[in-house]
């Protein structure tokens, strides 16, 4: 994984001799470092096959996920980054939250705009893989109820795990070049197109312009990462079945993507009909024009994409408070989205009913039901624990981000972008028009580790925290 | 129930009689009303004994939490009042919420005010009685847990549900008694003492002046009220059988006033800490200065009594942010304080630990304990269901709240205020230094069906509205 990492930055090195930047130094040698120490790791425990246990796959997990950014930090060091700094672009880079702590992106060399969009690319296959092949297999967060479909898979069209990764891999490069076309013919240049379908596909968010998608506002690339970014919300291992496999069943008989686009629709109907009815003067040129914008940042904010097409945080209250929501919702499990997630939404919520008939008919059992098959008990509590952990975590840390000095909407708002990896928050401070540049170091801390925790699915990191996991 | 809220209006009557008031007639006539048709559904239901299934209690529950505020609603629209704010400070009034829609409190007749009191403290002990006896037997909110130690006293001390209710009712009394000449003897008149340890004693928070404890503040009351703050957010069914029964081995084993004491002790210490670091020029003449403080405002915040002893939301960010999470919260259960709760925290809590630890030995059954016994998945699940729809309604609220116009820090404290029937709210428009007079009508009535439903403890209302609730 370093190796290949290493191997990554080549592509940003060679960009930089193409511009006759002075950064290509950087990438050859971090390359050239990273690809040793990756050798080394795989030498030295290449012997013996690592046994796979929970606990094992547990540590491999979160050691990775802290040396991949110990690694991709050497780039913005060269640059002349803070370690601060560095280790947040990083974070945000490879966990997809795309909140970044640059400005002047318009002018930055090309191939650190490559690297940052490099790193989100990587981050989110990764994701997309550990969510289908690691985390079902762990039973964290209910993701046992996928373990299911992939074995169903197993069984008839993937033999095995290195080739479910592979035609994942194989669906995610091909959507993202489809991206890449799409946002070239709507008349992006060939290096910016390239980097926002590469941002674009993993949920990441990182543009290569300071104004991030309202460079584009109001053009047809706009009209087509609206849709890009609803992609990149839905399930890849259903859309690897239907790519690769034409099996389109499983996925229309999926509840998730029809609750997320519903939910994308609905929030950007509420916002549209309140500006209608209320908002004097308009924002708006149009309704047309509001839906497409509401809907736009909507879907970028659910997805966690994180691209603003525009102000929103002024649009008023109600959109302030209905993003701040969003923020939590999350695409569908096994895409590079964040956040709570559609299926553990609406299994919430029928754990509830299925909870309130219980105690009507205290004589029958009432089971909750999920896409046709009954959810364990297991599974529930996985989910119930999951969504508890992630509002503690987001509590916690906007407690923490407060007493570093932030107002309490930056400072709310800064938690759950960061807890979801969404990117921007709220307010004047780290608002879709800001960036996380001007809050003070410790905040940066606190909202890179909540990133990490929030990309981990924490189990994973809560566990490794377990007393009782180091007895053995 | 109706006629006794008829009978409890008298002592408004003679007060302002005594006043010379010309508001008198007003509590007589709905005094005489209310006792009329009280009587009256006596009569009418008094044949058959009610059979008492889950579904009757259910109904029962909520036909009084909507009868009872609607005859309360009566002296304040004599009075003057608009429909709306009327029916907001009745009900804010019975929940113990304490939102007021009132100002010039210190020249309002003392009829009304005494009114104000009498409802927070009826309600306070219908919820205290609600939570003791009810909501065990309905198995809402894992409210079961604490079914075993009422049968268990009712084996051993208390034959009878009425006795529980009597015993209770004698001790919240007694309490009340002691608080209200403890409050005299630190200088208060004998109403305000009276009206003040009234609203203490229910978590309610209804004051006699605009300035709320702040009239008081850095006097001896200020002391005796965050003592008596305290003992309201204790288990009631506990301190009976320590103060009626001498056993005080329940007590002094019970997890719950642990975690309140150290969360309400932890939060002061942080917002101390912070402010001697960082606050310049201090807010607090010295440390322990502040502390008394912080600690009087967090008391106040987690048992939702809800007075205010300084304007809390000008000390800073943190304290701001702190005393939002300080409104989920909440007291001990069986207490009339409101929120989230002691026990559902720490349940939820070692559910996350445990789930993380079965995940590490997936061949081992690892089990929740709780006060030294195994919490059944039943009821592990039921507080899982109970903290996720008391977010959820507190989440649909906010927005709700912010389209009506409110800004965001309003709608969203607002919100968490009324889910947790805490009273003051945050920012200037509801903040402890101002009320929610200004708020749209649409807010208010969004504001007191929350107030409702977080008082209800959710569930009972949900299960009315369950389809298969009717169906039988
Ligand atoms: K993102
Ligand atoms: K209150």
């Given amino acids: 994984m370093v190796a290949l990492l290493g191997a990554a930055m080549i592509p940003s090195a060679l ?9 290509w130094p950087i990438f050859l040698v971090s390359s050239a470092v990273s690809i040793l120490i990756g050798a080394g790791l ?13 606990r094992e796959a547990f540590l491999l997990t979160v050691v990775i996920w802290i040396a991949l950014p110990l690694i991709a930090t050497i780039p913005f060091i060269s640059y002349g980054m803070s370690l601060t700094d560095s280790t947040f672009e ?11 702590v640059m400005t002047g992106l318009d002018s930055t060399p090309r191939g650190i705009l490559l690297w940052r969009a490099i790193l ?14 690691i985390l079902p297999m762990l039973r964290v967060g209910g993701m046992q109820l996928f373990q299911i479909e992939s074995s169903d898979m197993s069984g008839k069209f993937l033999p095995r795990i290195t080739e479910i990764t592979a035609q994942t891999g194989i669906v ?6 489809i991206c890449a076309i799409v946002y070239a013919a709507c008349g992006m240049s060939a290096f910016d197109a390239i980097a926002h379908s590469m941002t674009t596909m993993s949920a990441g968010g990182y543009s290569t312009h300071d104004a991030s998608f309202g460079y584009f506002s109001d053009t047809p690339a706009a009209y087509a990462a609206t849709f890009f970014m609803f992609v990149a919300g839905l399930p890849f291992s259903l859309l690897t079945l239907l790519i690769l496999h034409g099996r389109w069943r499983p996925f229309a008989s999926d509840p998730q993507p029809r609750l997320y686009f519903w939910l994308a629709v609905g929030f950007s109907v509420v916002i549209v009909v309140w500006h209608e009815a209320v908002v004097d003067p308009p924002v708006f040129d149009h309704i047309f024009h509001g839906f497409r914008q509401a809907l736009f940042n909507i879907i970028s904010i659910m997805t966690g994409t994180g691209y603003a097409s525009a102000p929103y945080d002024t649009w ?3 959109v302030t408070v209905i993003f701040l929501a969003a923020t939590f919702l999350g695409g569908c499990a096994g895409s590079a989205a964040c956040g709570i997630k559609m299926f553990r939404l609406e299994i919430s919520f029928k ?5 309130a008939a219980q105690i009507v008919r205290p004589n029958r059992i009432v089971r909750v039901r999920y896409a046709g098959r009954v959810v364990s008990s297991d599974t529930l509590q996985s989910v119930m624990v999951f969504v508890f952990l992630y ?5 916690v840390a906007s407690v923490l981000l407060s007493l570093t000095g932030m107002d309490p909407l930056s400072a709310i708002s800064g938690a759950a972008t960061s807890v979801s990896n969404v990117g921007p928050g709220l307010g004047p401070e780290i608002g879709p028009s800001s960036t996380f540049q001007n809050i003070p170091t410790a905040a940066k801390w606190v909202c890179l580790t909540t990133m990490l925790l929030g990309r981990l699915e924490f189990v994973a990191v809560f566990t490794l925290m377990t007393s009782r996991f180091w007895r053995g």
Same sequence: chains 1, 2.
């Fill in 351 to 355: 754990a509830v009913a299925a909870y």
């Fill in 120 to 133: 989100q690319w990587i981050g989110g296959i990764g994701i997309i893989v550990t969510a289908i092949v």
């Fill in 90 to 100: 990083a974070v945000s880079g490879l966990t997809t939250t795309g909140a970044t």
């Fill in 42 to 54: 795989a030498v030295l425990s290449g012997g013996a096959p690592p046994s796979t246990g929970a």
């Fill in 172 to 177: 995610y490069l091909l959507i993202s070049a």
């Fill in 391 to 395: 509002l503690a975590t987001f509590v």
């Fill in 316 to 318: 008023g209250s109600p």
């Fill in 15 to 23: 960009l930089d001799i193409a511009d006759n930047s002075d950064q």
